[in-house]
């Protein structure tokens, strides 16, 4: 198993130059504004939380915002990006936990479907997502009301530690039950996860 933990902060000016609001709001006490600018920075803390549990570097690396082809790109789409790239090494998330730390409006209306599109573009069940909001009392620059902070831990699992039919640490069992080693290519365990 694999860990990764991460904390995030961006100013609501940063959020705004940067055009990653996806639902345009109407202003910046807009709600719908707002809950995108929350959902874009729990979704980076998630983002370098899995590819560092992953020892893949961060989103930076990955998605310089020095390419036009990234500049105001959904963060949920990234996310996608991210499932191939620990696809691609075998891994499979456990679970995450994720924070949002911001002073208002509250999120709590806008938490579930936060998590709904987490597990939605990583592929997992919603019960593997947990997203929750605080506060910091007033203080600090969320406690201000000059931006928000978010914190996420996830828990990597690599597909090579399953062991699937009571065979072993790499037996896999086959549609006919039968083990044959360690070829991922006709395994069942996995579909619907990595290799579907």
């Given at each position: 198993s694999r860990v990764g933990i991460v904390g995030d902060g961006h100013g609501y000016s940063e959020l705004v130059a940067d055009h990653l609001d996806q639902r345009q709001g109407s202003g910046p006490g807009d709600v719908d504004e707002f809950f995108d600018h929350a959902g874009v920075v729990v979704l980076h803390a998630v983002m370098d939380a899995l590819l560092g549990a992953a020892a893949l570097g961060d989103i930076g690396k990955h998605f310089p915002d020095s390419e036009e082809r990234y500049r105001g790109i959904s963060s949920l789409a990234l996310l996608k990006e991210v499932k191939s790239l620990l696809d691609a090494e075998l891994y499979i998330v456990e679970n995450i936990d994720a924070t949002i730390v911001a002073e208002h409006p509250k999120l709590a209306p806008?938490?579930?479907?936060?998590?709904?599109?987490?597990?939605?573009?990583?592929?997992?069940?919603?019960?593997?997502?947990?997203?929750?909001?605080?506060?910091?009392?007033?203080?600090?620059?969320?406690?201000?009301?000059?931006?928000?902070?978010?914190?996420?831990?996830?828990?990597?699992?690599?597909?090579?530690?399953y062991s699937f039919g009571g065979g072993g640490v790499g037996a896999y069992a086959y549609e006919d039950g039968m083990q044959r080693g360690t070829d991922c290519s006709r395994c069942t365990g996995c579909k619907g996860r990595i290799l579907s």
């Open positions: 806008y938490l579930q479907e936060m998590r709904e599109n987490i597990a939605n573009a990583l592929g997992i069940d919603i019960s593997q997502v947990s997203v929750k909001a605080t506060t910091e009392e007033g203080l600090g620059f969320t406690g201000n009301g000059e931006g928000i902070a978010a914190q996420a831990v996830c828990l990597l699992e690599n597909i090579r530690n």
